[in-house]
């Protein structure tokens, strides 16, 4: 994913029909998938070219449960990015986001979207919106298509995050607090960006703020990240 920022004028008239920005690269077409063993794991590696840029990908998976992400592309045409990471899929039943994070506050309220650690479920039965009812639940829990508020904000500075499904079972993350992650509903699955650079975004009102942590890229430029996940 290299999601670019985007913002656009101050509209008082509500609407359902508002599209969330959080499309991924398209168009990926593979110029090499090779595979090796090497020290009692195996090494994927794809190689080729998104409309967006053109890189490789490698996964190294060992007999631990753990599989090491690693990648590398060349941006093809300037963007001023939202976030850029790599995404990874789950069944839909792995849908409770667990998290510890380094937060920039010494204190947050219980049910904040920002607070340094937490649970969230992608979705709650009864908490549907309806237009011009106030709800009967806090706002984090307000949801759309891609999740509840809670769920599929980013969580920024992660020392670990989890998703896991009703069991218990799942996918673990851990950082030294430079990756964010952010998760989401994808029709019957569930997204999970894992994102090496992450930023406040293109909003009218709070771009100024946090313009200093922009990093705007020319075409040709490279980037690059890793992470490692483990089976739990």
């Not at 891609?146 to 950082?175: C, Y």
């Amino acid at each position: 994913m290299l999601l670019p920022q985007t913002t656009g004028p101050c509209v008082t008239d509500y609407s359902l029909d508002i599209k969330p920005s959080n499309d991924l690269c398209a168009a990926w077409a593979a110029s090499s998938v090779e595979a090796k063993e090497e020290a009692g794991a195996v090494i994927l590696t794809a190689k080729g070219k998104y409309a967006e840029a053109e890189g490789f990908t490698e996964v190294r998976v060992d007999g631990t449960g753990k599989a090491e992400f690693r990648y590398q592309f060349k941006v093809g045409a300037r963007i001023n990015p939202r976030q850029y990471g790599l995404v990874v899929f789950l069944p839909r039943p792995f849908d409770t986001l667990s998290w510890i994070r380094q937060a920039q506050w010494t204190a947050y309220p219980e049910n904040h979207i920002g607070r340094p650690r937490g649970t969230a479920k992608a979705l709650v039965p009864g908490r549907e919106f309806k237009f011009r009812v106030p709800p009967a639940w806090d706002w984090k829990d307000d949801q759309n298509e891609l999740g509840s508020n809670d769920f599929r904000s980013t969580k920024a500075n992660i020392l670990w995050a989890a998703l896991t499904s009703g069991e218990g079972r799942g996918l673990l993350v851990e950082s030294d607090g430079r990756h964010a992650a952010r998760a989401f509903l994808a029709e019957d699955r569930v997204g999970w960006l894992i994102a090496d650079f992450n930023t406040g975004g293109g909003d009218m009102f709070f771009a100024s703020h946090h313009k200093m942590d922009d990093r705007p890229l020319k075409a040709g430029e490279v980037i690059k990240g890793s992470f490692v996940l483990s089976l739990f």
